[in-house]
């Protein structure tokens, strides 16, 4: 059964570093996400993307974050300038279609804790 | 605005015993998509079901059940005879034409099943 993959699964990074998180889609899915779980609280939606065009994004979805589709498998999600408040679990997530009539499939998760 | 509510944070049940967790939602669209993901110990988000607001009748998969009543705005989740394998957090979920595909999550009930 196809399933949306991320890495690293656990990724330590000193504060005010870029990261990149991975994320490689369910292959027929044209709507791809990132979600935020900060620990022991809820899952929370960062950004949506659509034919290489982020369609919506969260308040907490600011400048420091940006996403991007580099090649035909691969989605990412950059956090520019790290900070203490970004550890969290990061979720990809990918549907076949969007407006809520399509299932969001999501990943394993990455772990980010910023020290 | 849409909202879930989850006012159960934690249940603790002896196997065998049917558990519901109850779910309470906000939408202004008339229509709108509901959806229960499964976050066992592990960390990943299973998909369990999604719900459209047109289609109001109760749906059953083996031991999960779920009740949608719109009149109460509530899409409640019944594990019968509940087993161990079924201790996790259990996130409701919604998604309406006016926020596009995002997911609003609630805030999740940890469920413990003891042996």
């Known amino acids: 059964e196809p399933e949306v993959t991320q890495t690293p699964s656990h990724q330590v990074t000193q504060m005010g570093q870029e990261v990149i998180l991975r994320c490689v889609p369910i292959?027929?899915?044209?709507?791809f996400y990132w979600y935020r779980q900060i620990l022991g609280q809820k899952v929370e939606f960062l950004v949506s993307f659509y034919n290489n065009e982020i369609s919506e994004k969260s308040e907490i979805f600011d400048d420091q974050f940006s996403v991007e589709r580099p090649d035909g498998s691969n989605f990412t999600l950059k956090i520019r300038s790290t900070k203490l408040e970004d550890s969290a679990m990061y979720f990809c997530?990918?549907?076949?279609?969007?407006?809520?009539?399509?299932?969001?499939?999501f990943g394993p998760g990455t772990r980010l804790t910023v020290l | 605005a849409q909202k879930v509510t989850q006012a159960q944070t934690e249940i603790s049940v002896v196997e065998k015993e049917d558990v519901t967790l109850d779910c309470v939602y906000e939408t202004r669209d008339t229509t709108y998509y509901l959806f229960w993901y499964k976050q066992p110990p592990s960390g990943e988000l299973v998909f369990l079901i999604r719900?459209?607001?047109?289609?109001?009748q109760n749906e059953i998969s083996g031991r999960y059940s779920w009740n949608f009543q719109k009149s109460t705005s509530s899409f409640n989740f019944t594990i019968t005879a509940s087993q161990v394998v079924d201790s996790a957090v259990y996130f409701c979920?919604?998604?309406?034409f006016g926020a596009g595909n995002m997911l609003t999550f609630g805030g999740g009930t940890r469920l413990m099943v003891k042996p």
């Open positions: 979920a919604l998604s309406d």
């Open positions: 997530a990918s549907s076949v279609g969007d407006r809520g009539t399509d299932t969001q499939y």
């Open positions: 719900r459209n607001s047109f289609d109001e």
């Open positions: 292959s027929n899915h044209l709507y």
